[in-house]
């Protein structure tokens, strides 16, 4: 079956179910959510066809169902499709039931009367309920009339009575305020007046949305405080569940804990743990974030631990920047630590775990270990004599075994439902000098193995990641409890993902090493050493990060309009405005006398009362604008140049066009000639800002002027097949001689400018003494308050 027929079938298949037309179309073009809507459909027995308020519930079940609680789906299906559970509000009691519940556990009695099902609350009860609630809001409904937030009245209803038929409480609430307020208004439909802000100088009036904040939650002021305190960490028997098996959260003995404690003195103590083997992307920001956030936030500490358990993947150069891209986003690590500082710790860690039974020296090579997992078999040596276990992996340690002939696989579990259960390799040999621990090991600690084991080493409190590693859980606390040591919280995060880029480590280094980007920090990608030089200030990425939160629901993609708004907001305080003509047209003001050259004051901050609010700029009869400023043709919606059209230059006086001079060709325009108006008496709408020649016979300023645009055409690349055939070709534009005001002349690498009616740029490093570069870091236009999330 073709692709394109495939997807017709499913789309078929989504709009039998009830979804409107654009959400299965939406759902189609997802992956993801596809294959999982597809799994709920057939679970729930319902391919052909069944109501929309079934189908509705069935893709809340697709798209958020507890990935711990699969176990749990097809009896939920059951009870959606018998009706007996049949509101949003009835559908998240049941996720929040499952989460908390073991597949041994499950009492349906218990899970019914947490869902309210078969709990019918009658219409009169309702109507009894709603009287109730505007009786006791009686005051603030008539002064408010029909700008009431009905959802407050909805909400209010919903504590008291959660699994009433929510279109029946709707449709009451709706009747009473019209038989309270009456019929609407005009003054009821018009909007509510705004004082009246002092309006700035038009072309300022669109660089930055004016964007009113919702009231901020005390989560939202401290996203830290779903976090538990380290005392809490004391045998709280949390379990997470992977179907049949279960592992123990955060379950330390009163000794070991007071242990822990004395060592910390009660601190909280965090670890930032990149993988050195590639530059570090915006998703590291909401990592770093959060782990020396909640450290700051604490009173605590939060090691930076390199994970270099890889030898050939680690570069000095990587460890490099990463040690300097952490402290330019304002980070400071109580301690650089490295995995590879424990390597002797970790080795004798590994004897403790074979002498304790719990590991086993496997010589099965990786197609093999693949094989016997997809099986769920145990493999031949798993059950080899401990004595024989401890001489084979002193034998690893020695170099006496080639290379890809034995591991140290830990003995888990091979009939879990949690695949990261399946006997892990905890060690494997390599043959290769390490970058920080030299030539002393041939044998390497795996991620899985190493991870937890040095979190408590170094008596971390929190271990923070994100939801990716959920499943590794298990194998974490597994570990730790094998080897009776003390067990950090683990806590697990919504990654960051943002819209027209890609993220992996693995499609970032392809770009770079097969040369589609102009390296790591090329401001097209989102590696913190991108944005930094793209302009990007260290603050506005924190505070887009903080405006994400701390959840763990998968919020998808974030559209970069987000992060351009956070962007702007810093930018617009913090970058002088100046002008720059990026493809200059000759403007010769006959009126205005040849050679004479005068400064008139410009505005450098929107502050008027700001210090050095004002700078100069030269003004002669020959000027620049911009070629798209002027049109042979005018018409009612152009504010720019036209034949017989005035405009007003910025700063300066009302011009009007009176001539244009063409190429032999007579059909590029050479030149314009104008008049100008010094009086100021004509009041054009347009106004466009301008270069003047700074002496006369002299060209203004030259400089290099780098244009970005998005990196990939589709919101998420990742999900193509062909992502690569998704880049923008339009993505970078060179403008080689753009023409700049020579109070320019003097910038600075990383100093950053608002171009009028342009953008944000900053000084590029490619500068040199010669010709100054400049990187566009965001246009004035701002989409983000337009329907941005």
């Known amino acids: 079956m073709g692709k394109d027929e495939s997807s017709e079938k499913t789309l078929e298949l989504f709009l039998k179910i009830g979804l409107d037309e654009r959400t299965a179309q939406n759902t189609v073009a997802n992956k993801k959510v596809t294959g999982n809507l597809t799994t709920v459909i057939t679970e729930a027995g319902v391919s052909d066809g069944c109501s929309r308020t079934t189908g509705n519930l069935l893709y809340t079940v697709a798209t958020k169902f507890p990935a711990n609680a699969l176990v749990h789906r097809r009896t939920l299906l059951q009870y959606i499709v018998s009706s007996k559970i049949k509101t949003p509000a009835q559908l998240d009691a049941a996720f929040s039931f499952f989460l908390g519940i073991g597949p041994e556990n499950l009492k349906l009695d218990e899970f019914e009367e947490s869902c309210g099902v078969g709990v019918e609350v009658s219409a009169e009860e309702i109507e009894r309920t709603v009287n109730e609630i505007f009786e006791e809001k009686r005051k603030a409904i008539l002064e408010h009339r029909y700008r009431t937030n009905v959802g407050d009245l909805f909400s209010l209803f919903r504590k008291r009575h959660p699994w009433a038929d929510p279109k029946i409480v709707k449709h009451l609430i709706d009747a009473k305020l019209k038989e309270l307020l009456g019929e609407r208004t005009e003054a009821d439909n018009e909007k509510p007046s705004k004082k009246k802000k002092e309006k700035p100088a038009k072309v300022e009036e669109k660089t930055v949305a004016d964007i009113a904040p919702a009231p901020l939650s005390e989560e939202d002021l401290n996203p830290f405080l779903i976090f538990p305190q380290p005392e809490e960490n004391y045998k709280v028997h949390t379990e997470v569940f992977f179907s ?454 002299s060209d203004p300023l030259k400089v290099e002027v780098r244009l970005f645009e998005k990196l990939f055409n589709s919101e998420n690349p990742a999900e193509l097949d062909d992502w690569l055939a998704d880049l923008n070709p339009a993505s970078k534009v060179i403008v080689p001689d753009a023409y700049a005001l020579p109070s320019l002349k003097s910038a600075a690498v990383g100093d950053s400018y608002q171009f009028e009616r342009l953008g944000y740029f900053v000084v590029d490093k490619d500068s040199t003494s010669e010709k100054l570069v400049f990187n566009r870091t965001v246009t004035l236009r701002d989409s983000y308050g337009k329907g941005g999330r």
């Open 244 to 697: 049949d098996g279960f592992v123990l959260r955060c379950s330390n003995t009163r000794e070991l804990l007071d242990k822990h404690l004395k060592a910390t003195g009660g601190k909280v103590f965090t670890r930032f743990p990149p993988e050195p083997n590639g530059y570090l992307h915006i998703g590291h920001a909401k990592a770093m974030f959060v782990d020396f956030g909640l450290a700051k936030e604490r009173g605590g500490h939060c090691y930076l631990r390199f994970d270099d358990t890889n030898p050939e993947a680690e570069k000095k150069e990587y460890i490099d920047h990463i040690e300097e891209i952490v402290q330019w986003m304002g980070w400071e690590p109580y301690k650089i630590t490295y995995t590879s500082d424990y390597f002797q710790d970790l080795y004798e860690y590994a004897v403790d775990l074979i002498r304790r039974g719990h590991a086993y020296v496997d010589h099965q090579s990786p197609e093999e270990i693949k094989e016997y997992r997809e099986k769920k078999m145990n493999s031949p040596w798993r059950d080899r004599p401990i004595k024989e276990s401890l001489n084979l992996f002193e034998e690893m340690r020695q170099g006496m075994i080639e290379e890809g002939k034995a591991t140290l696989r830990m003995k888990q579990d091979m009939q879990s439902d949690n695949y990261n259960m399946y006997d892990l390799i905890a060690y494997r040999i390599k043959f290769t000098p390490h970058p920080h621990a030299g030539d002393k090991w041939c044998i390497y600690p795996s991620y899985d193995y190493a991870h937890c084991i040095v979190d408590s080493i170094e008596n971390v409190t929190h271990s923070l990641c994100t939801l990716e590693f959920e499943t590794r859980r298990a194998s974490y606390y597994w570990l730790l409890h094998a080897l009776g040591i003390y067990q950090p919280f683990v806590w697990e995060y919504s990654r960051l993902n943002v819209t027209n880029t890609v993220m992996s480590k693995r499609k970032l280094n392809l770009l770079v090493t097969n040369n589609y980007v102009d390296g790591w920090d090329d401001p097209r990608l989102m590696t913190l050493a991108g944005l930094r030089r793209r302009g990007v200030t260290s603050t506005s990425i924190n505070a887009f990060v903080r405006g994400i939160g701390i959840t763990r629901s998968d919020c998808s993609l974030i559209r970069l309009d987000r992060l351009e708004y956070h962007i702007r907001e810093e930018l617009n305080k913090t970058a002088p405005r100046t002008m720059v003509v990026l493809h200059p047209l000759k403007v010769v003001i006959t009126n205005l006398e040849s050679g004479n050259i005068r400064d008139l004051d410009a505005k450098k901050w929107p502050d008027a009362q700001a210090e050095d609010a004002t700078y100069k700029v030269p003004f002669s009869n020959i000027i620049y604008i911009e070629h798209s400023d002027f049109r042979m043709k005018d018409s009612k919606d152009y504010y720019g140049l036209a034949p017989g059209k005035s405009v007003l230059l910025r700063y300066a006086f009302p011009i009007k066009c009176t001539n244009v001079v063409f190429s032999e060709n007579k059909e590029t325009v050479l030149e314009i000639h104008a008049e100008y108006d010094p009086s100021k008496s004509t009041k054009p709408k347009g106004v466009l800002h301008w270069v003047a020649e700074p002496s006369p016979g």
